[in-house]
């Protein structure tokens, strides 16, 4: 995090949700449940300033800075095939590989599938996947590289194939 302040209200947010929503556990359990709880803040605060960060680009961009009143979803152009309709089967059969994609993640260990989630579900880059994890980059690196051998063999296994 490049942002002292924004570190600072993530911290006090992380703060704030332990003492809220456990304030009956022992305190020996306050180290790992603040320290799980302040993960899940960071990527929450990842996901959040992506979105963001990605709208608020995307519309500057569009805005002309001669006049004030400018609606740039006004000059969005509509792909071709933007109402195109997937057949039953299409739809079906993306279903199922989904469902499979899913039941491979849930057998990964914990720390591989939420490797896998940050990476090429959230788009994090690997420095911001290790900040997040709290882990180094090439633990990240690691646990990505074995996430996806793993989904690739089980998917294989079901009979998908890239």
């Known amino acids: ?24 556990k022992p305190v020996e359990e306050y180290p790992m449940l603040f320290q799980r709880i302040l993960q899940n803040t960071i990527r929450d605060y990842y996901r959040r300033f992506k979105v963001r960060s990605t709208w608020t680009t995307l519309l500057s961009s569009l805005t002309p800075h001669q006049e004030e009143e ?9 792909a071709d095939d933007s109402n195109k309709f997937n057949g039953p089967a299409e739809t079906l059969e993306r279903s199922q590989v989904v ?35 709290g882990c180094s980059e090439g633990s990240v ?22």
């Open 1 to 24: 995090m490049h942002d002292e302040h924004g570190a600072l209200d993530i911290v006090q947010d992380a703060m704030l949700k332990l003492s809220e929503k456990y304030p009956e």
């Open 70 to 78: 400018y609606d740039p979803l006004e000059t969005l152009e509509v």
């Open 99 to 133: 469902k499979l994609i899913e039941q491979a993640l849930e057998s990964l260990p914990a720390r591989q599938r939420e490797a896998f989630l940050l990476r090429y579900w959230e788009e994090l880059d690997v420095s911001q996947t290790a900040a997040a994890m």
């Open 141 to 162: 690196k690691t646990h990505c590289s074995r996430a996806t051998h793993a989904v690739a063999a089980f998917l294989k296994s079901k009979g998908i194939e890239p």
